[in-house]
């Protein structure tokens, strides 16, 4: 009886642990890419660091881009 018990609740907690990670990803991911990522590339414009922030968005806009296009 105790087995069983000790197996379900691995299981079951398995899966609750399972949830949490793939909703704190995809939280991390908005906090990431919509507040922070605009943040810092202000912050480096700024700076004076302009040639480093250009370069980065050009990046993401592809990575972007090429994302739009692979889902269709």
Do not use: D, E, Q, R
């Amino acid at each position: 009886m105790i087995t069983l018990f000790t197996i379900l609740m691995f299981y079951v907690f398995g899966h609750v642990i399972w949830f949490a990670l793939k909703a704190s990803w995809g939280l991390l991911k908005f906090l990431l890419f919509i507040v922070f990522l605009p943040l810092i590339l202000v912050g480096m414009v700024i700076s004076g660091l302009v040639a480093f922030a250009i370069p980065i968005l050009v990046i993401i806009g592809i990575f972007a881009l090429i994302g739009c296009f692979a889902k269709n």
